[in-house]
C-alpha cells in the first residue's frame, strides 16, 4: 500500500520518515495537532469571514440609518 506525503502529496516509499521532495516529517506530528497548511489556511479564512462579513453589513446599515436619518 503506498504512503502519501501530507504536505505536497508526493508518493512515498514506506517506512520513509522524511518526504524527499519538500522535506516534511512523515508518521510523527511535532506540534501535537493534526492540522496541515491547507487545514491552517482554510480555518484562517473562514475565521476571517467570521468577523469581516458582519462588519460590513453592520457598517452598511449604520449608513444606510444615518442616510435616512438626515433626509
Known amino acids: 500500500m ?3 506525503c501530507p504536505e505536497c502529496n ?3 516509499v514506506e517506512g520513509t520518515s522524511e518526504c ?3 522535506g516534511s516529517r512523515i508518521g510523527t506530528s511535532e506540534s ?3 492540522l496541515s497548511g491547507t ?5 484562517s479564512a473562514y475565521t476571517i ?3 469581516v462579513i ?3 453589513i453592520g457598517v452598511g446599515i449604520a449608513l444606510l440609518c ?5 433626509i
Open 39 to 43: 487545514d491552517v489556511a482554510w480555518f
Open 66 to 70: 444615518l442616510f435616512l436619518f438626515f
Open 10 to 12: 508526493a508518493m512515498l
Open 54 to 56: 458582519p462588519l460590513i
Open 2 to 4: 503506498p504512503i502519501w
Open 32 to 34: 501535537g495537532d493534526n
Open 49 to 51: 469571514a467570521i468577523i
Open 20 to 22: 524527499p521532495r519538500c
